[in-house]
């Protein structure tokens, strides 16, 4: 056994050239199904265009794999009845253009439109009444040159000489649109000394170009930039090092997991490229429209979907003027973009379909845009603290105090708002752009929006009127008081019920605040314990209308009550199948309680170790399927809800199943919300070996990944049907399942090491196999050999195989004498 372990530690993971391995999964190309429009080849299955055939109204050429086709196309949702000429993948169920010719000038009639190649050797598209030419490769062609248009497998059109193939006068591989495909270029011409952009499309149904580009640096640095009207650098991914960006460690080709990143420099150009390992893999690089973030989607024949592998920059408000001018960009909440106060959306439709450029507007005129201003109030300042202050500010020297800086603002009819800090006064005139709220930056500062008094009157925080106020709360707090009595008089219990349906009902979109009485009641006097834990204990309750929640009760909590409600209201947006949702909160004096939506079949740990009743032995169906869907509510965390949530606890104890055993990952968020109290508890684990990743004791930086070894550690369990750990029954000595786990594995003897409560033939072993690779993968020591959650859902799902993984480092540490037990982390 020693000598067994000491061969496989002859191959560290960090030496290798790249970690975790993808290779083609030959399912997969089986598993496509072609698309479901239904387009005609010009003649059967033609890829190209001659001085013979034209293309023409539903007429379409196709790759001689198959992979893509090029004709006529409308955007899916589109309205309006523009065609466009494009190029789609041919065989995803789901239409995605990836190029598109003629995106600023559609035709309304492809029937009267034709795309064929011209008298002077050009691809054009033209309109058949008039011969007028709306598109053109536009490219000089020697005259002795007859020319045609291929469409290739990897989605590039190339326009080249017919009887000399590698003589290429134009291909779209040069000229790409929103997509950067596998092989495609992002370059510099250095003949024109023009960058060709990637630019988004304007809207989700117009390809015309949008605001948003990414392109090399076109002061002819090797980097790239991405830009908003072409004029304002928001990301840069820092200068090509031979290897990789600077900015982007993640593509590094040490840790890439199957995407190489090339550079290329000679006489005419220079540009970036890259290639994926696995020829299998459908993969696409997007500049998206809506976000203004570059994002590379893998797409997944097992749920029908593109998957998101990565994105550039991690958050969208980074992305400049987002939301337009005169609104506002939360990363915290969904939609992203909100109007500021007394601001509305200028153009709704437009808005909806992801193009924000419009930006909102003044709901009420200001009073000195007002002739009348004599009966009118004077306008006023809307207080925003905390946030990223906007674009382009005017410094006023003369302004010396708070008060001379809003007069200075008030008596310029064009000023919007100012803001006064330590260095000054400033004044915005005109719009403003690239507002950030709930932004927790050193350089946040507190914004004065001016208003006029009519807009203000809402919110009551106008200083000129401030005596007013004061008079209209004190009447108000009397009559509340007084209403308040009346109500404890008059409340039954019937009343309150239908409050607290009224309530949750609401909760659809944000949470109930619930009273510490109405919890108690709910929970009949936390009568029903349904579990503990290191934060507190959880009750079941049931709600008016018999909606049974479970509710828990935070201990040991000293986090103020701001900051509570704005954690707990951080929690409370995410929203995900495979996540407990949050339904609402209480917080009264010292008492804090979470009230969570219940879930009836308990936790993962009670059907997995719980020998009593083997009539609940959970199948291996659903243990796959609980297995995917934990790593999607993860990856949900990790990646796709922009506060990026560390779990930090994920335990069998801590996954949820609702009646259908759907998993849903519990208590999530709450390693941020309770601080400092969370690293008490994992310190206090220090040196058990349960699911805690290496670096909590070693006290390097947390990552997702520390989640990623956790989620790798109960997929062992999940498989095995036992806890990795358990103590021997004759002697004191911990016994570790995982040690012989991987060498029956890495012997061939997958099945050995599955739930022995599971009768084998209804094991699928494919997935038995996987399921095992990826969860030793997940438990490599060094961080960067850990796949993502998203990796470890492409790799259950049988997207991308993986390669047989390395001992993890600890359980090479692990005493090797026959016995196996464990001598762990001294
Ligand atoms: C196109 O037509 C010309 C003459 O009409 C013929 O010589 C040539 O082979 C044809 N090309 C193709 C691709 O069919
Ligand atoms: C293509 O268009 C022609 C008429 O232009 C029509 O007869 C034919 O049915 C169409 N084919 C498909 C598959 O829609
Ligand atoms: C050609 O016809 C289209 C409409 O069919 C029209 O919009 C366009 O202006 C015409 N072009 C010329 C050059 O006449
Ligand atoms: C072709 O390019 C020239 C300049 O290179 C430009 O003036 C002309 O408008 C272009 N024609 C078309 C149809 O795009
Ligand atoms: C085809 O074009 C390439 C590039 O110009 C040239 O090197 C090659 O000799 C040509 N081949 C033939 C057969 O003409
Ligand atoms: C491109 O830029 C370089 C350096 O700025 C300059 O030397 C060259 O003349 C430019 N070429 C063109 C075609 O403008
Ligand atoms: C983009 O820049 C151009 C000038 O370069 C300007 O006219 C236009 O208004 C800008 N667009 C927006 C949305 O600000
Ligand atoms: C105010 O009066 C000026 C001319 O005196 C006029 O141009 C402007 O449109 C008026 N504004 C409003 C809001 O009525
Ligand atoms: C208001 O500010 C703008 C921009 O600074 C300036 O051009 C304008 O002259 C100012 N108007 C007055 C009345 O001071
Ligand atoms: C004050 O606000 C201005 C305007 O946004 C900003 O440039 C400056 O850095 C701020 N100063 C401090 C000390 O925050």
């Given at each position: 056994m020693a000598q067994y372990f000491k061969q496989l530690a002859m191959a560290p993971c960090s030496t290798a050239a790249r970690c975790f391995f993808f290779s083609p999964s030959p399912s997969l190309l089986l598993l496509c199904s072609f698309a479901a429009l239904h387009y005609l080849p010009l003649s059967?299955?033609?890829?190209?265009?001659?001085?013979?055939?034209?293309?023409?109204?539903?007429?379409?050429?196709?790759?001689?794999?198959?992979?893509?086709r090029l004709g006529f196309f409308t955007p899916t949702g589109s309205s309006s009845l523009n065609f466009y000429i494009g190029i789609w993948y041919d065989k995803i169920s789901v239409f995605t253009p990836?190029?598109?010719?003629?995106?600023?000038?559609?035709?309304?009639?492809?029937?009267?439109?034709?795309?064929?190649?011209?008298?002077?050797?050009?691809?054009?598209?033209?309109?058949?009444?008039?011969?007028?030419?709306?598109?053109?490769?536009?490219?000089?062609?020697?005259?002795?040159?007859?020319?045609?248009?291929?469409?290739?497998?990897?989605?590039?059109?190339?326009?080249?000489?017919?009887?000399?193939?590698?003589?290429?006068?134009?291909?779209?591989?040069?000229?790409?649109?929103?997509?950067?495909?596998?092989?495609?270029?992002?370059?510099?011409?250095?003949?024109?000394?023009?960058?060709?952009?990637?630019?988004?499309?304007?809207?989700?149904?117009?390809?015309a170009p949008g605001i948003f580009t990414l392109e090399v640096d076109p002061a002819g640095t090797y980097q790239c930039y991405m830009l908003w009207n072409s004029s304002r650098i928001y990301w840069s991914s820092g200068l090509w090092n031979g290897n990789t960006f600077g900015s982007i460690p993640e593509i590094a080709p040490s840790r890439n997991f199957g995407y190489g990143y090339q550079f290329v420099d000679n006489e005419e150009e220079f540009y970036f490229a890259y290639t994926i390992d696995n020829p299998n893999m459908i993969s696409r690089n997007v500049l998206d429209h809506d976000s203004g973030l570059s994002q590379q989607w893998t797409w997944t024949e097992s749920s029908k979907s593109w998957v998101l592998y990565w994105t550039q920059p991690p958050f969208r408000c980074s992305v400049f003027a987002l939301c337009g001018s005169f609104s506002s960009c939360n990363d915290f909440t969904s939609s992203a973009c909100n109007c500021i106060k007394g601001f509305r959306i200028k153009s709704r439709s437009d808005w909806d379909l992801g193009d924000k450029t419009a930006g909102c507007e003044r709901i009420t005129p200001l009073q000195c845009e007002q002739n009348n201003s004599i009966d009118s109030q004077r306008d006023g300042f809307f207080m925003m603290t905390n946030v990223r202050l906007p674009d382009k500010a005017d410094a006023l020297a003369m302004a010396r105090t708070s008060e001379e800086c809003e007069l200075a603002c008030l008596n310029n009819c064009s000023c919007n708002a100012y803001s006064y800090n330590t260095t000054g006064c400033y004044v915005w005139h005109g719009?403003?752009?690239?507002?950030?709220?709930?932004?927790?930056?050193?350089?946040?500062?507190?914004?004065?929006?001016?208003?006029?008094?009519?807009?203000?009157?809402?919110?009551?925080?106008?200083?000129?009127?401030?005596?007013?106020?004061?008079?209209?709360?004190?009447?108000?707090?009397?009559?509340?008081?007084?209403?308040?009595?009346?109500?404890?008089?008059?409340?039954?219990?019937?009343?309150?019920?239908?409050?607290?349906?009224?309530?949750?009902?609401r909760a659809q979109s944000s949470l109930v605040s619930f009273t510490y009485s109405e919890l108690q009641h709910a929970t009949r006097n936390f009568s029903e314990k349904i579990g503990g834990g290191g934060f507190g204990s959880v009750f079941k309750g049931s709600l008016p209308g018999s909606v049974a929640i479970a509710v828990k009760k935070l201990e040991g909590l000293r986090q103020g009550e701001k900051q509570f409600r704005t954690e707990v209201g951080t929690i409370g947006r995410i929203q995900h199948i495979n996540l407990v949702r949050l339904l609402?909160?209480?917080?009264?004096?010292?008492?804090?309680?979470?009230?969570?939506?219940?879930?009836?079949?308990?936790?993962?740990?009670?059907?997995?170790?719980?020998?009593?009743?083997?009539?609940?032995?959970?199948?291996?169906?659903?243990?796959?399927?609980?297995?995917?869907?934990?790593?999607?509510?993860?990856?949900?965390?990790?990646?796709?809800?922009?506060?990026?949530?560390?779990?930090?606890?994920?335990?069998?104890?801590?996954?949820?199943?609702?009646?259908?055993?759907?998993?849903?990952?519990?208590?999530?968020?709450l390693a941020k919300l309770m601080g400092r109290d969370f690293s008490r508890v994992v310190t206090t684990l220090r040196g058990t070996p349960g699911y805690l990743a290496p670096e909590w004791i070693t006290g390097v930086a947390i990552t997702t990944k520390a989640d990623v070894y956790s989620y790798g550690m109960m997929l062992l369990e999940i498989i095995s049907g036992r806890r990795n750990v358990e103590q021997t029954e004759q002697s004191s000595d911990l016994y570790y399942h995982p040690t012989s786990m991987a060498s029956k594995l890495i012997a061939g003897e997958v099945a050995t090491v599955l739930d022995g409560g599971l009768g084998h033939?209804?094991?699928?072993?494919?997935?038995?196999?996987?399921?095992?690779?990826?969860?030793?993968?997940?438990?490599?020591?060094?961080?960067?050999?850990?796949?993502?959650?998203?990796?470890?859902?492409?790799?259950?799902?049988?997207?991308?195989?993986?390669?047989?993984?390395?001992?993890?480092?600890?359980?090479?540490?692990?005493?090797?004498?026959?016995?196996?037990?464990?001598?762990?982390?001294h």
């Open positions: 059967s299955a033609i890829d190209s265009i001659s001085a013979n055939n034209s293309l023409k109204g539903n007429q379409s050429i196709i790759s001689v794999g198959g992979n893509f990836v190029w598109v010719a003629n995106r600023a000038t559609p035709v309304k009639d492809p029937t009267a439109s034709e795309l064929r190649i011209s008298g002077d050797g050009n691809l054009v598209l033209l309109l058949l009444d008039n011969s007028s030419i709306i598109w053109s490769t536009n490219v000089t062609i020697p005259s002795d040159s007859a020319t045609v248009a291929v469409i290739l497998d990897t989605g590039n059109l190339q326009l080249r000489d017919e009887s000399n193939s590698s003589l290429v006068f134009w291909q779209s591989f040069d000229h790409p649109t929103d997509t950067w495909l596998p092989g495609a270029k992002l370059r510099f011409d250095k003949l024109t000394n023009r960058t060709q952009p990637l630019t988004a499309w304007k809207s989700k149904v117009d390809p719009d403003l752009l690239n507002l950030q709220e709930q932004y927790n930056q050193p350089d946040a500062g507190t914004l004065y929006l001016r208003l006029s008094a009519l807009e203000l009157q809402s919110s009551g925080s106008n200083k000129n009127t401030v005596v007013t106020w004061v008079i209209v709360g004190v009447v108000s707090t009397i009559v509340l008081l007084c209403l308040a009595i009346v109500t404890v008089w008059i409340m039954i219990s019937k009343r309150r019920s239908r409050k607290m349906i009224q309530n949750l009902n609402g909160f209480c917080s009264q004096r010292s008492e804090k309680l979470l009230v969570y939506e219940f879930m009836p079949n308990g936790s993962l740990n009670s059907h997995l170790f719980d020998r009593t009743a083997p009539s609940t032995v959970l199948t291996w169906r659903t243990r796959y399927q609980i297995a995917i869907g934990v790593a999607k509510g993860l990856d949900y965390l990790h990646e796709q809800c922009r506060d990026c949530i560390i779990h930090c606890d994920i335990k069998p104890e801590n996954i949820l199943l609702d009646a259908s055993f759907n998993p849903k990952v519990a208590d999530f968020g033939e209804e094991v699928d072993m494919e997935e038995l196999e996987r399921a095992c690779k990826i969860a030793f993968w997940c438990i490599q020591n060094e961080e960067s050999c850990r796949p993502t959650m998203g990796q470890v859902l492409q790799v259950l799902e049988g997207v991308v195989d993986v390669d047989m993984p390395p001992v993890p480092r600890s359980l090479q540490l692990i005493d090797k004498s026959e016995s196996e037990t464990i001598n762990f982390f």
